[in-house]
């Protein structure tokens, strides 16, 4: 089987928007592999289902977005312990990657993207974290608080639920998890970090709570458009969408094609 014949894509709904192919084509491009990684719109997980048993054996991997990354963990062979930790899989890798997965692996990147975000941006430690939703990404900002130290999760979701599901994993990973009520996470600004992981337009109404520029930092996981509401309200301290991102996508590079990949050269494709 020769390079060129290697395929991956993103999947989700709404994927039009999405930096991840500019992201992996920089990094297979730097590597000198002529593969193919396009953008899919997959709105379910039975569309998920469907798309995988298609799949023929020139495929490596698969990048996952909302609202794939929970129903993904049902319909793989292996998870590795980040994803079984999170409920979450964002990176499905094939058995056509030079990596030889014995089957359909399924991995969760979103936590080391958002750990070495935010270490870049120097922030190393958090006391105090706030994570903003209850979905796939949510599950992984609550294990990437627990990686930083967090004493205190606080949840906020719409659904009291779904808040309640995912503080729960902080509380298995070491932290201390509190579901808190939508209504209350103006809130969430006392905080020395802010993860907010709701879609494009959710978190705008947090904004108006922002009086001054807040003590913690901000990771907006929303990178289009950009700056969000959030971010151009919270001042300097914030660390964009698209570098958690890049970091998420180096770490799937190394699991689909086997090569530690160039991220200056992914940096320049999306304008960091």
Same mark, same amino acid.
């Given at each position: 089987?020769?390079?060129?014949?290697?395929?991956?894509?993103?999947?989700?709904?709404?994927?039009?928007?999405?930096?991840?192919?500019?992201?992996?084509?920089?990094?297979?491009?730097?590597?000198?592999?002529?593969?193919?990684?396009?953008?899919?719109?997959?709105?379910?997980?039975?569309?998920?289902?469907?798309?995988?048993?298609?799949?023929?054996?020139?495929?490596?991997?698969?990048?996952? %977005?909302?609202?794939?990354?929970?129903?993904?963990?049902?319909?793989?062979?292996?998870?590795?312990?980040?994803?079984?930790?999170?409920?979450?899989?964002?990176?499905?890798?094939?058995?056509?990657?030079?990596?030889?997965?014995?089957?359909?692996?399924?991995?969760? %990147?979103?936590?080391?993207?958002?750990?070495?975000?935010?270490?870049?941006?120097?922030?190393?430690?958090?006391?105090?974290?706030?994570?903003?939703?209850?979905?796939?990404?949510?599950?992984?900002?609550?294990?990437?608080?627990?990686?930083?130290?967090?004493?205190?999760?606080?949840?906020?979701?719409?659904?009291?639920?779904?808040?309640?599901?995912?503080?729960?994993?902080?509380?298995?990973?070491?932290?201390?998890?509190?579901?808190?009520?939508?209504?209350?996470?103006?809130?969430?600004?006392?905080?020395?970090?802010?993860?907010?992981?709701?879609?494009?337009?959710?978190?705008?109404?947090?904004?108006?709570?922002?009086?001054?520029?807040?003590?913690?930092?901000?990771?907006?996981?929303?990178?289009?458009?950009?700056? %969000?509401?959030?971010?151009?309200?919270?001042?300097?301290?914030?660390?964009?969408?698209?570098?958690?991102?890049?970091?998420?996508?180096?770490?799937?590079?190394?699991?689909?094609?086997?090569?530690?990949?160039?991220?200056?050269?992914?940096?320049?494709?999306?304008?960091?």
């Amino acid at each position: 089987m020769t390079a060129v014949q290697r395929r991956a894509a993103v999947l989700g709904s709404p994927i039009g928007h999405s930096k991840s192919p500019a992201l992996h084509r920089a990094a297979y491009a730097a590597a000198g592999l002529d593969w193919r990684y396009d953008a899919i719109d997959v709105g379910s997980g039975a569309a998920l289902e469907a798309f995988l048993a298609a799949l023929g054996p020139r495929w490596v991997g698969l990048s996952l %977005t909302m609202p794939l990354k929970e129903p993904a963990l049902a319909l793989v062979d292996v998870l590795d312990p980040v994803a079984r930790a999170t409920g979450a899989v964002n990176t499905i890798v094939l058995p056509g990657a030079p990596t030889h997965p014995p089957g359909s692996a399924g991995h969760n %990147t979103d936590v080391v993207g958002i750990v070495d975000a935010l270490a870049e941006a120097g922030v190393t430690a958090a006391g105090t974290v706030a994570v903003l939703g209850a979905g796939g990404t949510a599950r992984s900002a609550v294990a990437a608080a627990a990686q930083l130290g967090a004493q205190v999760v606080q949840v906020y979701a719409r659904r009291p639920a779904a808040a309640a599901e995912v503080a729960a994993i902080a509380d298995v990973l070491g932290s201390a998890g509190h579901p808190r009520a939508w209504a209350q996470v103006g809130d969430c600004v006392g905080a020395d970090l802010v993860i907010s992981t709701v879609p494009a337009g959710v978190a705008d109404a947090v904004a108006g709570a922002v009086a001054g520029p807040p003590a913690g930092t901000l990771l907006d996981v929303v990178y289009h458009p950009w700056p %969000t509401p959030l971010a151009a309200a919270w001042g300097a301290a914030v660390v964009p969408g698209i570098a958690m991102l890049l970091w998420q996508a180096v770490a799937q590079v190394r699991l689909m094609a086997g090569i530690e990949p160039d991220v200056a050269a992914m940096k320049a494709a999306v304008g960091l």
